[in-house]
């Protein structure tokens, strides 16, 4: 891959120099008005239900010290070189095609495709309708297993239906590319859709992850709806798995029942932006807390997460919900922040670029303006390093060298960059 464009003077290591690593003409956004329980926010400035973190003092998070590596296994790592690579208005995920380029959405509904070596950027075009508004509009992008053979990919997104109602949901399609650097979906179907509609228009959730078995699995978010996340007639607050057509696994761990419950995998859920498998096929999820809370989640087959009957967190309204560890029938998070980092984005890296993270997870953080490193140990994790990165992080993806892909959330500022992470040569 050739270099790179611009290279902003900004060497981000462990032992941060925090305040060094904000580009100058990235003032931080201003604070944001609270999320509350009921009510929809107050427009697409609003993108996610995580804010009241972002009015608390210490956000951004207080920077790490030279000794933010006590934390870690490693006895120092080398620094990390940030580059941006371009900008998009309202990014929200990325994915790279087999040939080196990457798919980019917008929220507004654009799907654009970028060359990173020519940074040559073409449109895709038969992109769904999408409700663009709050939380929601064109979300994640994944390929199907065998889409180097068949072009297949797959979109999620904020449908709009009758009487101001949306409803997640997830279509694929043929992915067409012509000469010029663009290209079309063709025979766009849906394949899934969340029930109910509501018209709240957050929590969507909406990662899309295929595993190794084939199967694609869907974060499904309460649309802050709540009780939904434990009634088994909605697949709001679900993990849910399908066969890459839409139908329903038949060893899916509630298949004998009937409507959408047999597509669940786990309940119990609230807002889940990050999904992946680490090396042992393990899926991890992290999850957005209610006022704190802020989780990740070992995701077992049939388990109930407990939300909204349990969470380290508590209603935006000041309503206490009971702490995980007062009701053990319930799946305990691995790792609970408090206060809050927002996690949106997850890649568990497997790279070779930098070969002592292998294994690490990477999470972005929303309100903790930063990327953090998690590492594990078997069913066991923990927050390792935070590299403040000075902004709203939304999306991760690991390139195809085995750099790292960082979004910013453009939501807020209306500039949503695109980092490309390398090692630090020396
Ligand atoms: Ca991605
Ligand atoms: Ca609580």
Known sequence: MKPIKHVLALAIAASLLAACGAPSDAPPPPPPAPDTVTGAEPGAAEPLGTVPAETAPAAPETPQTGTATATSDEPGHPFFATTQVTAFDSPWAMTFLPDGRLLVTEMSGQLHLLDPDSGAQGSISGTPEVAHAGQGGLADIALHPGHADNGVIYLSFAEPGENGLAGGAVARARLVLDDNGGGALEDLEVIWRQVPLSDDDG????????????????????????????????????????????????????????????????????????????????????????????????????????????????????????????????????????????????????????????????????????????????????????????????????????????????????????????????
Do not use: C
């Open 203 to 426: 929590h969507y959730g909406l990662r899309l992850l295929f595993g190794d078995d084939g199967m694609l699995w869907i974060s499904s978010s309460d649309r802050r709806q709540f009780d939904p996340a434990q009634d088994m007639a909605s697949n709001l607050g679900k993990i849910v798995r399908l066969n890459d057509d839409g139908s329903v696994p038949g060893d899916n761990p509630f298949a004998d029942q009937n409507g959408v419950a047999a597509q669940v995998w786990s309940l119990g859920h609230r807002n889940i932006l990050g999904m992946d498998f680490d090396a042992e096929g393990r899926l991890w999820a992290h999850e957005m807390g209610p006022k704190d809370g802020d989780e990740l989640n070992l995701i077992v087959r049939g388990e109930n997460y407990g939300y909204p009957l349990v969470s380290n967190g508590e209603h935006y309204d000041g309503t206490p919900i009971p702490d995980h560890d007062t009701r053990p029938e319930f799946a305990a998070p691995a790792v609970t922040w408090t206060p809050v980092i927002s996690p949106a984005g997850f890649i568990i890296y497997d790279g070779d670029l930098f070969p002592h993270w292998q294994g690490s997870g990477f999470i972005g953080g929303l309100s903790s303006m930063a990327l953090i490193r998690v590492e594990f140990d078997g069913e066991q994790a923990r927050e390792a390093e935070r590299f403040d990165m000075g902004q709203r992080i939304r999306e991760v993806e690991q390139g195809p060298d085995g750099s790292i892909w960082l979004l910013e959330d453009g939501t807020r500022q209306g500039n949503g960059r695109l980092y490309r992470l390398t090692p630090l040569e020396g």
